[in-house]
């Protein structure tokens, strides 16, 4: 059995065990078991990965597998891994787990949650891993939908409209994406070759300019939207607000991700023509989703929505860094996706343990809660340094990337695009500070007094995010060094045209 | 001559068919309708069918017009009439049909049918049976035989809706 | 002829037999009851028998050909019916054994399934004609079957009233194409058409005629009427069996009858598949029973599927075939569920199904894939079923019908989803309590809903018919 | 065929008689009304097999055998469909289709 | 001998941190205290020992032909952006470096201290240390940078520390919305500082301080770019621009408004941070800057460094002259004499006696950092003492509290640039410097200096003498970890002004020659003096005096005692057009257009549904005519394709 395929094995054989697992305590550890087995598998891979690379071996993509899957069309389930994915591979491993810890005391079907959070995770794995488009796109469909089981029955608050909001434009933003597919699908034979779903043989052929500039935008707002590309953003923070805690955490910390990856892996590396045409174009409502994700953040009152808005921001970042198509706001991008998701997770995971307490989210309904829960307080003003991207963590080597990277381009539209994503620093710092004077600092309130401390899975799942995003934050070197070798030869494709 | 024959037919038919269908009383509608039928099979005979004309004569005017006329025996509601349609549904449903009719006609008349000048074309009982019993090309004897799983499937099904079940929960009437 | 080529007709004379001694039974048989299992294992054994291969080939001079395309999608069909035979053992016995109908319901199913093989198999117009009526006329009797359930004999009436007004416009266009052609062979009449405003007309009608049975809009509106009237089981099978059998001739009509106007039909197909399309999701989009939710479902569907004929290749033929088989089977898994409900609780509106999971989580799960599978969520076979549909259109470069197709996908699923909130997402104090229903149901039902788990995911079923479908020579 | 009156007059006949048949279908609000107005409707296209065929096509009886077909489908038709509506009397005790929209929408 | 212990200045606080802040709830009072301040010491002796070695040229390469050097102990790349633009993580050390490192630990030492004491009975009080820690290491990490965005980095960890340790009573929510003050104030700043830094990488390809401050590198820059926007050169705009960073952190005007609210952190944070250290990174950032600064476009960015600093300075030191809160008092002063760094800076030439500016600067920075925190903390002892920050509540304090009143006797001499105290060393020092270089400067410098004296001689007698409030407890002279720090500092500010700078610290690391300029120095003196004497005709005994100036200036008074409503300017942005105008419009829009539109689509198509749903009427006649229909007009429409 091949490294790869494992990650969607494991998942889909933790949901069998779980089937057939009974007792509410059993349910979790088993969960805790199979996203622990898959953390150590995500370790692992990223070791061979290091091993293979130290080996000397250059390709794009190792671990490579393919299997026929249907012949008449020429669609393979094809798999392989390079840098970047093994990192995004880890980062979901590493959420899931906490995830996992954070759930610990769902009590209401508790079965069926675990049962659900991990087949979502199998397909980011699956999506992660994939390099044909249509297993891509399935992966990625499998990924979405138990969202809907996930916010709709454990979530709170308007969870039924939010979970179909979501799911509905989701499935939307999919329905671009797979017009896109198709698109390059049917294009791919453009220089004689036959038929193909796999990335790297379409990359290899020149899908026609027009082709492209049709199809760019499709693939481009069909991934961008799970990244909360301004307008179609408005999911992101009614899902986030509905969701119960470690689907907030695997939502924003994972599966945002998937539009930034996707964007980068299909429609930047194989519509390049198509990117240069478009790049202003989504530039300017990247630009907006950052600057206004961070705007609308202030005046939230929901902790959830705070955090949600500034995830728009965050991401809208990582998009933005992609169609500044250098190498380095590339590799800003990338490691904003991870930052964010190790930051951001932490943030719902904070916010699910604060709101198991006290039972609100309303910010002004709280307050002084640091001296009542010095810990949970400590670990939500590291969130929130983490998170207005204080050195140290790994925002501020992410966006600092960003940042210089999308520098490089001289024009004055450029210019004004970079000045106005670097103001969200100030910005983010505003909201940030708001909501943790809000809520930890100020007067102790009486009703808050005799919340208990946090507890050791708490601890558990809190702690191993800060850690990675500070592992990141403070050796950053090695993880670019990772990335920049992975978007190397996608850098060129785009460079070249 | 003929022309002339076919053209009254022809009249008749059509008259009897617009009284038929906006006669308000269901009784003579199901007269008016016979006489279409019978129209129709006069068509059939001045066409050189006779045999069609005569199973068209037997199966309406000897089966279909009983059967309705037996049904509407059976609901004993022989003599009301029935209910006008509203006039806006009668001017849509006229103006639609007459649509459909000048289209069609439009159509017909478009097309240059090559007539074949083969007037003694007479069908006997001889040829039908013959092109029934056939299982060869131009033979029909596998829709013959199917047409008799039809008639079954009809049969039983009629029978099944129209025999009266005993029904062991009246409640069941209200849905 | 011989008897190794009259055995082409393998299929049919089966169900003529079965027919027959399921008249017999009803004669001989004291204990009515046991009827339903004749039934059910003669119809599993004929279908097994059904699996033998076939040689392609030509019957009573034209008038029936099969070739393997058909033979499979024959069994298709098999298996649909048997399922739904199965799902209906429990119905039969609950309603139709007291006042002694048992049998009939059998015999009338299998007689349609006959007509519509004979349908699919037809050379001739007379046969598809013949067919046609074989296949509606049954079915007609099956909706109003009912007897004491007032909307059940509303069904009937509508449908074998719009039935027979389509079947008329049916034969108008039949007497077109004949008037042209001079013949009512499908060899002779294809390439024989030519472009004439006749021949439009001719081909709009013989279109009408069987898109009525599609349930394309606007030749639709029976649909939902009649699927809500008419008792589940036969719901299902109008859903699904009539619906992929009209399918499958309308692919031979158009592929092989009327392939000199193509021009013209690839337009109509595109046009009636985004009609049909966003009328069965709108329509759908505010039902509350449940049987009518699954006809409008079953319309748009329809209009999915049309995306499939687009490309007329064997792209098209294999994913219409596949899928059929795959709408059928979801269908059948949530109609199975429906009709569990039904029967256990008599409750078929959406509201009903209000925490189900929390009582009948079984039931619930099976429903979900079911609706998913329409939906189109992969791993379920519907995604899989649906892409290749999507492929076909996109291979001519329809790409802004793919498109609109899926975001009408996105439509549909809220609607489906809405059934998945009810039942999943939604507690109440008086949701259905716990229910077993009988173990013919639970196999129909488990049955199809494995088939969905494993058709899509593995592949070799769809080359199969892949390798089946070139039928354009 | 019959002299002096040609195909178009007698396909004119067929078409008229069929659309009043289709006015009748759209326009009775009986259900035995709607069905005899069918009648008509099946009738006409009969009539244009058989005109087709002997004007047109007369070596072969093509049109006619499927006129008599049609006849026989259209007799059981009519059959089944007056056993659905007698059942349908029963229970609803009128045969007006005012009484037919308990479905819609 | 090998430098690379110095990474230990480093790695020692950070330690600290840790410690404490991973134990806050195991290490109990005093242990804690103890531990930082002993830590803190020992970086603070090897920090000594570091600029011991540097000045003295024993560390390798420190001396070059009698000029300083910049020496690297360490430099490694941390995130690589290009060739040659990189942030790199090192040491680097020259002579403000050098004069940082003893600035830093001497005063961080004196906090940690001081802090044993003053911080008794906090519950926070493990915690107060970590944080003490933190921002020893983040300010000692910025004095060390190799390279601009190494300084950027530590910079934003310097506000992250002062964020902390104002906002440590965040049970008070004053605390909490100064902190959150400052550190949204100088993120802004910080906006532009990194703006500036983007661009200096852009256009001048490199960070690294080494490059930055090669004359040969800057030539090559200024004949690189001409100008481009009002007359100035990208360059000199990404300097600006920087110093919106270093103006930010420094509490230049206009960007000073966080400071005074400052003052909500506990005393010792103030004299640390707030006073001593963080506020002049601004200043400090410049001077590391300064080759660039003055050959770029012939220094006009130093030029706007030079007026923001005399305009700061005069603002700070007229609303100094209101303020009843003495540690407010203390913290305008602070920008005023920062002001006067940033003056001085921005007067000063390159080399040789032109130099004089900078090394007056850093002079200022040098003896400004002891006696303002010896300021602060005698202000933090009398508060301990009297439990207000007003001085309407003091009042007659000399008899209780004697080595406070010396010491801060001595301190307010020394800022009043009474001789031979260290703050009139330097202060001259700046006079010199403005009165060479612009009249203008130097008149609000001179004008500023007599105020300074008032100002704080009003502070001095109004606290220690005047009359007697009804104390509730009598006031006492505090615990001996807060008075040896007292003793210390003003130990420091009597012997400061005489360590030879000019010697040391310079712009090009050469030697300059000073002299005292009597004139101006005894003019500076005599000013002081004056001063000196009108606070003390004013408030050295309980009288009216003040009261009547005071109704005497009128509006001006009112206006001064309210900041000049600056405060209430940024309120107005924020609250009123940033938030009421920009951001709840944007929540607003988000919800109520682009969710609203994206809920339209659903909300259509369901309108949609509704309003169709009569198609089917249940009646089979009109489902039929929908067919007849269907089939008419589908075939008349594709009758057009023939």
């Known amino acids: 059995m091949d490294i790869l395929s494992l990650f969607v094995i494991v998942p889909v054989l933790t949901v069998i065990a779980l089937m057939f697992t009974k007792g509410q305590n059993n349910y979790r550890v088993v969960t805790a078991i199979g996203s622990g087995v898959q953390l150590i598998m995500a370790f692992n891979l990223l070791y061979q990965f290091l091993a293979i690379r130290e080996a000397g071996n250059t390709d794009t993509m190792v671990f490579m597998q393919d299997y026929m899957w249907f012949k008449s069309m020429n669609i393979h389930y094809a798999i392989g891994v390079d840098g970047i994915s093994v990192l995004m591979i880890m980062l979901t491993s590493i959420i899931v787990l906490a995830g996992t810890f954070i759930s610990w005391k ?293 966006e600092m990337n960003i940042f210089v990277g999308a520098f490089q381009h001289p024009d004055m539209f450029h210019r004004i695009i970079t000045i106005i994503a670097v103001s969200a620093i100030v910005t983010t710092a505003v909201y940030m500070l708001r909501l943790v004077g809000k809520i930890m600092m100020g007067p102790v309130m009486e009703e808050y007094k005799h919340l208990p401390a946090i507890t050791w899975y708490e601890k558990a799942g809190t702690f191993v995010l800060v850690l990675f995003s500070m592992l990141i934050g403070i050796f950053p070197f090695f993880w670019s060094d990772i990335i920049d070798e992975a978007i190397k030869p996608f850098i060129q494709g785009i460079l070249s045209v | 001559m003929e022309s002339i024959v076919f053209y009254i037919i022809a009249l008749i038919m059509v008259t009897f068919a617009v009284m038929s269908v906006s006669s308000r009383n269901i009784m003579r509608s199901i007269v008016y309708l016979l006489f279409v039928m019978i129209g129709l099979s006069g068509v059939y005979f001045m066409l050189d069918f006779s045999f069609l004309g005569a199973v068209q004569l037997v199966v309406y005017a000897g089966g279909v017009i009983i059967l309705y006329i037996t049904s509407i025996m059976l609901i004993e509601k022989i003599g009301e009439s029935m209910d006008k349609p509203k006039l806006l549904q009668q ?85 | 002829m011989n008897l190794d080529t009259f055995l082409l007709m393998r299929h049919e004379i089966g169900l003529t037999i079965i027919v027959l ?232 009509l158009l592929f092989k009858v009327f392939p000199d106007m193509k021009g013209i039909w690839i337009n109509l197909l595109y046009g009636l598949s985004i009609l049909t399309m966003f009328v069965g999701n709108l329509f759908a989009l505010r039902q509350t029973n449940l049987q009518r939710f699954m006809a409008f479902s079953s319309i748009a569907q329809a209009g999915f599927i049309l995306l499939g004929f687009l490309s007329v290749d064997e792209l098209a033929v294999s994913s219409i075939v596949y899928f059929i088989a795959i709408y059928i089977l979801s269908n059948i898994v949530v109609f199975g569920a429906i ?40 791993p379920i076979a519907g995604f899989f079923g649906k892409f290749f549909l999507y492929s076909a259109a996109a291979s001519q470069g329809y790409y802004m019908l793919v498109f609109i197709a899926v975001v009408n996908v996105t439509i549909s699923l809220y609607y489906y989803l809405k059934v998945i909130r009810a039942s999943w997402l939604r507690k109440s104090d008086d949701s259905i309590p716990y229910f077993e229903s009988d173990s013919f149901l639970k196999a129909g039902v488990l049955i199809a809903t494995v088939g969905l788990l494993i058709l899509g995911v593995a592949s070799p079923y769809y080359e199969y018919i892949y390798s089946l479908s070139n039928i354009f020579n | 065929m019959i002299l002096g009156v040609s195909i178009y007059e007698i396909l004119t006949l067929s078409t008229i008689i069929f659309f009043i048949g289709v006015y009748g279908f759209v326009t009775r609000k009986n259900l035995i009304g709607m069905l005899m107005a069918v009648e008509l409707i099946l009738n006409s296209t009969a009539l244009n097999f058989v005109a087709i065929n002997k004007y047109l096509y007369p070596d072969l009886i093509e049109g006619g055998i499927f006129s008599l077909f049609i006849i026989a489908i259209a007799a059981a038709e009519t059959a089944l469909a007056l056993a659905i509506i007698i059942n349908l009397y029963r229970l609803v005790m009128s045969l007006n289709t005012d009484n037919l929209e308990t479905m819609k929408n | 001998m090998d430098s690379s212990y110095t990474i230990l200045i480093l790695l020692i606080p950070i330690f600290t941190f840790f410690l404490l802040g991973f134990n806050f709830k195991r290490i109990k009072e005093p242990t804690s205290g103890i531990i930082g301040t002993a830590l803190i010491g020992t970086t603070a002796l090897i920090s000594y020992f570091t600029a011991f070695q540097y000045f003295t040229g024993a560390m390798k390469g420190a001396i070059v032909d009698g000029v300083y050097q910049k020496v690297y102990t360490m430099n490694t790349v941390w995130i690589e952006f290009s060739d040659t633009l990189h942030i790199d993580m090192g040491i680097l050390i020259d002579p403000i470096t050098a004069m940082m490192l003893i600035v830093v630990p001497t005063i961080s030492l004196m906090a940690n201290m001081y802090s044993i004491g003053y911080m008794h009975g906090e519950s926070g009080y493990t915690r107060f240390f970590a944080y003490l820690s933190l921002f020893t290491f983040s300010m000692l990490g910025l004095v060390l940078s190799t390279n601009i965005f190494m300084i950027y980095i530590f910079w934003e960890m310097v506000g992250v520390s002062s964020y902390l340790l104002i906002g440590y009573y965040y049970n008070k929510p004053s605390a909490v919305l100064a902190a959150k003050k400052a550190f949204i104030v100088t993120r802004f700043a910080d906006f532009g500082f990194l703006m500036g830094i983007l661009m200096l990488g852009y256009y001048g390809g490199s960070w690294d301080f080494k490059v930055l401050s090669d004359l040969g590198f800057i030539e090559s820059l200024q004949q690189a770019y001409g100008a481009v926007f009002m007359g100035l050169s990208v360059i000199t705009w990404a300097l600006i621009l920087i110093f919106m960073g270093g103006a930010g952190k420094s509490a230049m005007f206009p960007l000073h408004i966080w400071l005074p609210d400052a003052m909500e952190g506990p005393t010792p944070v103030s004299a ?55 540690k407010r008092v203390l913290a305008f002063s602070t920008m005023s004499q920062i002001g006067y760094m940033m003056l001085a800076l921005g007067v000063s030439g390159y080399s040789g006696h032109d130099g004089l500016g900078f090394m007056a600067s850093m002079f200022h920075l040098f003896t400004h950092a002891m006696f303002k925190a010896l300021l602060f903390l005698g202000a933090g002892s009398i508060i301990h003492a009297v439990h207000s920050n007003y001085m309407q509540d003091m009042g007659g304090l000399r008899k209780y509290m004697p080595i406070t009143h010396i010491t801060f006797l001595i301190a307010a001499l020394a800022i009043s640039g009474v001789p031979p105290l260290a703050g009139f060393w330097s202060k001259d020092e700046i006079l010199v410097a403005a009165l060479h270089d612009n009249t203008l400067i130097f008149a609000v410098g001179y004008i500023v200096a007599g105020m300074t004296a008032f100002y704080m001689f009003r502070l001095y007698f109004r606290i220690f ?66 001063g000196i004497l009108i606070a003390m005709f004013m408030y050295k005994k309980e009288n009216t005096i003040s009261k009547r100036f005071r109704s005497g200036f009128g509006n001006f008074y009112e206006a001064a005692f309210a900041k000049f409503y600056i405060d209430e300017l940024y309120m107005f942005v924020t609250k009123k057009i940033i938030f009421a105008k920009i951001s709840a419009p944007s929540a607003w829009f988000d919800r109520n257009v682009v969710d609203a539109s994206m809920n339209g689509v659903g909300n259509g198509t369901v309108w949609i549904a509704e309003k169709i749903k009569g198609l089917q009427s249940g009646k089979v006649q009109d489902y039929a005519m929908f067919f007849i229909s269907g089939v008419v007009v589908i075939a008349m429409l594709f009758w057009f394709f023939i």
């Open chain 1, 106 to 398: 769902v009590d209401d079907l508790a079965k069926e949650f675990f049962i659900f959070l991990i087949i979502l995770a199998a397909g980011v794995y699956g999506f992660f891993i994939s390099i044909d488009l249509f297993t891509m796109f399935v992966f990625y469909e499998i990924a979405v939908i138990p969202m809907y089981l996930l916010i709709g029955l454990w979530g709170s608050g308007p969870r039924e409209y939010s979970a179909m909001k979501l799911t509905l434009m989701l499935m939307g933003a999919s329905a671009l994406l797979l017009v896109a597919i198709f698109g390059l699908y049917f294009n791919s034979n453009v220089d004689g070759g036959a038929l193909t779903f796999n990335i790297f043989e379409i990359s290899q052929v020149n899908i026609p300019v027009e082709a492209q500039k049709l199809f760019f935008p499709l693939a481009f707002i069909g991934f961008a939207v799970i990244g909360a590309l301004f307008p179609f953003h408005t999911w992101s923070p009614d899902g986030h607000a509905s969701a119960p805690t470690a689907v907030s955490m695997l939502h924003a910390g994972v599966l945002m991700k998937l539009g930034g990856y996707g964007v980068f892996r299909i429609a930047m590396f194989l519509m390049p023509e198509g990117a240069h045409y478009w790049s202003e174009f989504f530039m300017i409502l990247a630009v907006i989703g950052v600057a206004y994700g961070a705007i609308a953040a202030v005046s939230q009152t929901d902790l959830k929505y705070i955090n949600a808005y500034s995830s728009v921001s965050h991401l809208g970042m990582v998009l933005l860094a992609l169609l500044m198509m250098n190498e380095v706001a590339w590799r800003g991008a990338m490691l904003q996706s991870l930052s964010h998701g190790f930051i951001t997770s932490l943030f719902f995971a904070l916010i699910g343990i604060v709101y198991g307490r006290t039972h609100t989210r309303d910010i002004a309904k709280m307050g002084g809660l640091m001296t009542i829960m010095p810990i949970i307080g400590t670990l939500y003003v590291i969130a929130g340094m983490a998170n207005l991207g204080l050195p140290g963590f790994s925002g501020f080597a992410a």
């Open chain 5, 465 to 530: 003498w005047w009359n007697e409030p009804n104390y509730k407890h009598t006031p006492h002279e505090s615990t001996n970890t807060m008075t040896i720090p007292l003793i210390v500092l003003a130990v420091m500010t009597i012997v400061s002004g005489f360590i030879p700078f000019h010697n040391l610290v310079t712009a090009d690391g050469a030697h300059i020659e000073t002299h005292i300029d009597w004139a101006t120095a005894g003019a500076s003196v005599a000013v002081g003096l004056v």
């Open chain 3, 339 to 378: 009709q569990a409900v039904g029967l256990a609780s008599g409750k078929y509106e959406m509201d009903d199904y209000t925490g189900l999971y929390r009582t009948n989580p079984k039931i619930s799960i099976v429903l979900m894939l079911g609706l998913f599978s329409l939906a189109g969520i992969p």
């Open chain 5, 272 to 326: 640390l941070i707030h006073a001593a250290t963080m506020v002049v990174a601004g200043v400090f950032l410049v001077a590391r800057l300064f080759g660039l600064f003055h050959f770029m476009d012939d220094g006009a960015a130093l030029t706007v460094v030079a007026y923001v600093g005399a305009l700061s300075t005069l603002f700070a030191a007229i609303i100094a002259f209101t303020q009843h809160d003495i």
């Open chain 3, 21 to 252: 001694l399921l008249l017999l039974a009803d004669i001989f048989m004291e204990d009515k009851k046991k009827v339903n299992t004749v039934a059910v294992a003669l119809f599993a054994i004929y279908t097994a028998i059904g699996f033998v291969p076939m040689d392609s080939g030509e019957l009573f001079g034209g008038m029936f050909s099969t070739t393997p395309l058909i033979v499979a999608f024959k069994n298709i069909l098999n298996v649909g019916v048997l399922l739904i035979l199965m799902i209906s053992v429990s119905w039969v016995n609950k309603k139709m054994l007291p006042i002694n109908k048992v049998s009939e319901y059998y015999v009338l199913m299998v007689s349609s399934l006959l007509g519509m093989f004979f349908m699919i198999s037809a050379g001739n117009f007379l046969m598809l004609y013949i067919g046609l009526e074989l296949a509606t006329l049954p079915v007609a009797a099956l909706a109003s079957y009912d007897m004491f359930n007032r909307k059940s004999s509303e069904a009937g009436i509508k449908l074998i009233l719009s039935a027979a007004l389509s079947s008329g416009i049916l034969l108008f266009g039949i007497s077109i194409t004949y008037a042209i052609t001079g013949s009512m062979y499908f060899d002779i009449i294809a390439g024989n058409m030519g472009l004439s405003y006749l021949g439009i007309l001719g081909m709009v009608m013989v279109f009408a005629g069987i898109a009525f049975k599609v349930s394309l809009v606007p030749f639709h509106f029976w649909t939902a009427d009649v699927y809500e009237g008419a008792p589940t089981p036969v719901t299902s099978f109008l859903s699904v069996i009539s619906k992929g059998a009209a399918v499958f001739v309308l692919m031979i």
């Open chain 2, 91 to 175: 001017i849509i449903a006229a103006v639609i049909t007459s649509l459909g009719a000048g289209v069609t006609l439009f159509a017909i008349y478009s097309y240059n049918f090559n007539m074949v000048a083969d007037i003694n074309n007479i069908t006997t009982v001889e040829d039908v049976g013959f092109a029934l019993l056939n299982y060869g090309e131009n033979g029909y004897i596998l829709p013959f035989e199917i047409i008799s799983m039809l008639l079954l499937a009809a049969m039983v099904g009629a029978i099944v809706i129209a025999k009266s079940g005993k029904s062991t929960n009246s409640n069941e009437l209200k849905n």
